[in-house]
């Protein structure tokens, strides 16, 4: 494993097989990023030599530009070079599926950029073609050029429509269907979270575009394709029309643009500057008419994770008011636990942004804590605010989970037990794309630190949850 | 999108960021695993000329080549890149999980190669570590310092074993713990096939390995850890011990050496040879006692792919007796589905090789067709030794499809449908790791390829099956 120049190792992908790297950190449009990171940095009001984040626009510059690296690329010369002549045994067959054959890959996950707010959505694809003209493209290259179109700024239909004709034109086959799943995260918003904590993560589309025999929508070949995806039963049986909030499904687009615009203008200028310098770094036009509300729609994302708006997040009062009146609960530590209960609060939905990456993670937070009563709602209330106190802001989980579990220690009593289960956009953006992996977390203050039988009964009780996946 | 000479593209990974490629096909590792290839392809009775494969021989190295790059890598530098001071706000708490806390990454897919038959095996990595020294370490580099180890010739325990000592002195931390889901597949044997077709395609075994406050397997942190993992619930609660067969998991390791010895022996052993070789190429030493049976194993596993060995995979007077006697069928065309009725038979599991890579696919085949009466069970064991008959060779899974219809159609009438559903080991390994993606293929003659009603029918029958996941 290669060091480069800052004590950063260089990703596993960049040394193999001998490949040496190019100085990828002195390069004009590495170094642009990074100025345009540490200018948003500052506008959260960060420290950018904080240990945490100094490496922080390095580790930006190259996830972006890896993440765009489809510009550079071509998916013809993909396709030509992995086309197999298959014959087979009687030629009169003509298709190497046979009359009517289709090919399909299914369930190809990977991510791309939303062009609108710049953001990783998760997608994913099913791609099928019709094999015609006796000749058969490797499996893989479906793969790999969906990920030349996912590798750019884009939006669903876009990206679809782009790798159907790429398709089309590289193999030649007598049709071919592309359909995504594509999973962008919500904007979260402190509103949104106190008046419903029960509200989907998520904005789901599904788009399809179709060339040869499948350009219309309404022919027979779809409906044998949506019965080989592994989501048929749930999907209606004759293809539909892709969703039709696809145009308009990123959620920078609907949330109030103004919600989180507290800085003073010149500041936010400042900021939407940094964003476009970065647009043109990636080698994109700002001036496209898709691009022109990212910038803002990146700061105000970026924003609502800005350092030390206590006031906004959480009514201190209320917590203040909370503390001061909670010592009439007995701390008898010898009491037994027949006593007082686990009590236990699932499933807190929260969202927060990696401090290394600047990219979201998010998932649920489950508290125990023992007493002999139970919550109110206030306080329920109340565990909500500590924990979009401590996750709307540059963060990483294993802190985070600290912090909320000191907090609610110093609110409801010293037996405290947190554990987060956290989904990292960073783990499945950049080289490292492992999708489906999760971080759980765990912190145990008082009894649940040393009492191995009650962290068990209460870790055992936490249901199963799948987070973010599609 | 760059070429080299021979016109195969570079893989994405190559070439993104302006790395450059360094010659890989010259180099000698390179040039001699190539030689060995068209020595195996040959001994399988292969035209190393024929289209299809003729620049196997390269994509094999390649893959080979990169599956087992970790044994030029040093975990430690990973993460020491990435080693973050976290001493939160609370000095006393000393430990960034709060006390007792664990950081858990859970699964993480990666592949790994067997050192025992040369084939790469699945695996679901769950990684747990207790901070200490108020540091932790980016979660990423949990899943980088997994893949260093993966990246070579392993079996699981061992796998484990070096992941977590890497971990425990890279990190430093209160104890480390590793536990891996590893899958392995069955080496097909026609015998197998025709007296259980109900055996499960694979071999599992799950092994742990635990450094620190996880160094002994009665600690109460392992239930913590076990708690949190996903497949909690199916798991018994207190930790055990690793899979007792895990030091002999390969199934080259117990299956009869001879059985597919049927070519003379002075082949076998220029086969051998050649494997060996390539163990040499990868910076293994083939005298290494895991390594001695190797090449025997990953021989015989080849050999069961060889082609025209039509005798041994079918009996081939059993199929010329039926079609002979078949003509009583009628093959009126015009008749409709509600005199004839379209008969399924599904699941019918398979093996193959992808000629392209030389790696194995596997799944299922399901065929319908349209007739009166009801299949007898002489012609159930014949539609198992047409789908044998092609699996068991050099294949693409297109191709096969195609040649199963054609030969049902000729055995039992013309119209006929197949529909195949594959996982392929090449699209997991090699730099394209697209796990959980699988291709399906269908090959419709006669009505099925006009009538989208009766095809319709058909696809909709098909259960839903996960193929070849954890």
Redesign the interface.
Known sequence: ?S?DAS???LS???V???????G?ED?PETIAIMDAVKVLLQGLGEDINR??IKKTPLRVAKAL??GT?GYG??AN??I???L???D???KG?G???????????????FFSYCESCLLPFQVKCHVGYV?SGQR?V???KL??VA??FAKRLQKPQRLADQICSALQHGIKPGGVAVVLHCLHTHFPSLESFFLDSKSPGWVKVLVQSGSGAFESQDA??W??FF??L?F??TYP?KAGASDSNAQHWCPSQFSSASKFSTKPEPLNLKMTTAVTSILRSLGEDPSRKELLGTPGHFVNWLMSFQNCNVEMKMDMNKLNGFANGRNHFDHNENSNLSEKQIQSQMNFLFWSQCE?HLLPFYGVVHIGFIRDDGLTPLEKSLLNSVIHFYGFKLQ????M???I??MVSSLLGTDVI??V?GS?T??IS?G??????????????GR???D?AA??MF??S?P?TTIGEL
Chains 1, 2 share one sequence.
Do not use: W
């Not at 193999?16 to 190019?22: D, I, L």
């Not at 490292?432 to 203050?445: D, M, N, P, Q, R």
């Open positions: 494993m060091m004590g950063e190792e596993d992908l960049e193999e097989n001998g490949v040496k790297h190019c990828f390069e240990e945490g530009r890896e690296r690329q071509t010369e993909i030509q070079s992995a197999f002549p298959e087979g045994l009687h067959v298709q190497a599926g046979g009359a009517g054959g289709i090919v399909i890959v299914r369930d190809i996950d094999p058969v490797g499996l893989s793969s790999r990920d030349v027979d070949i409906m044998d019965s080989l592994k048929r039963g049986s290394h990483v989980q294993e802190r989970t600290r912090q579990a000191e947190v554990v289960e990292h960073c783990m950049r490292i794309e492992k999708f489906g992996s999760t971080t759980a977390t765990i912190a145990a203050l649940f630190s040393s191995a962290r068990s870790l055992q936490i199963q």
